[in-house]
């Protein structure tokens, strides 16, 4: 019986903490965000080593390891999940919803395809 219960208890916790962890944001490092930067600029792992004078091999976890935080599929996506949760900024950016007006399709109050 205690068994049973200890087991439902862990189980909860379980839950909860998956909760937890989908709903929170995600915390970079300093360095995972420098990084992240050089890579939005469209920087090579190499390149980004060389910038900021450390071994590609260490560029490219600390790569995997913000990809991992971010939940991202690719580098790409791990930019786009990065604008998306503020983490970096893109010149004329906005996060305005698409406006449909019944005729054309609106941005930013530009007309869109």
């Known amino acids: 019986m205690t068994a049973v219960v200890i087991y439902e208890l862990w189980k909860v916790s379980l ?3 998956q909760r937890k962890s989908l709903n929170s944001d995600p915390v970079l490092t300093a360095r995972e965000l420098e ?6 600029q469209g920087l090579s792992t190499k390149e980004v080593a060389q910038q900021i004078d450390i071994a590609p091999r260490t560029v490219d976890r600390h790569i995997e390891n913000i990809r991992l935080k ?3 599929k ?6 786009a999940c990065a604008v998306m949760a503020g983490l ?3 010149d004329g950016y906005q996060t305005e919803p698409m406006i449909d007006n019944g005729q054309t ?3 930013n109050g530009q007309a869109i395809q």
Request: charged share 20%; no cysteine.
């Open 15 to 17: 839950v909860m903490l």
């Open 88 to 90: 970096l900024q893109v």
């Open 70 to 72: 971010l939940r991202a």
């Open 35 to 40: 990084i992240l930067e050089f890579v939005a």
């Open 74 to 79: 690719n580098r790409t996506h791990m930019i």
């Open 105 to 107: 399709r609106l941005r």
